[in-house]
């Protein structure tokens, strides 16, 4: 099967991005619509219902580099969240924490990101987490 060049990935990403994911609990896009190369993006989870994060927003940044779709993006929160797979200082997201970045393939997608991300905020052991005041950013 041929391999969907970088550019390609990301334009068809970036057109589902737009159009919103399912029930709009996850959105992402472009953070400057003249980034030729798409590198760079914005991701935005609502907290899921009957956990400490709901009715929270969480704001995300993505950068794809230039291996992407190969390579995963990294993932930064914007929001302070206190979940296992965030650095406390930082916001970044380890790899090596989050199942869908530690077994990347190319045919997972920032929307695969940020959907796994939410179900993890909704798993059992973190859904009662304590979390940082609402609004408070890295």
């Known amino acids: ?5 970088r550019n390609f990935r990301l334009l068809e990403e970036l057109e589902k991005g737009e159009k919103g994911i399912g029930d709009g609990s996850c959105s ?4 400057d619509g003249d980034d030729i190369m798409m590198s760079h993006w914005n ?6 219902g009957h956990t400490v ?7 995300l940044k993505i950068d794809c580099g230039e291996t992407y ?4 993006p990294t993932i930064q929160f ?3 969240v206190n979940l296992p797979f965030v650095n406390k200082d930082n916001g970044k997201v380890d790899p090596t924490k989050l199942p869908v970045l530690a077994h990347w393939n190319r045919n997972s997608s920032i929307e695969t990101i940020l959907v796994e991300i939410r179900r993890e905020m909704a798993s059992f052991n ?9 609004g408070t950013t890295f």
């Open 28 to 31: 992402y896009g472009l953070e």
């Open 43 to 48: 991701g935005t989870i609502i907290g899921p």
């Open 69 to 72: 779709p190969d390579v995963p």
């Open 78 to 80: 914007v929001s302070r």
């Open 126 to 134: 973190n859904r009662k987490l304590p979390q940082p005041p609402e």
């Open 1 to 5: 099967m041929a391999k969907i060049p």
């Open 53 to 59: 994060h709901e009715n929270r927003i969480y704001s």
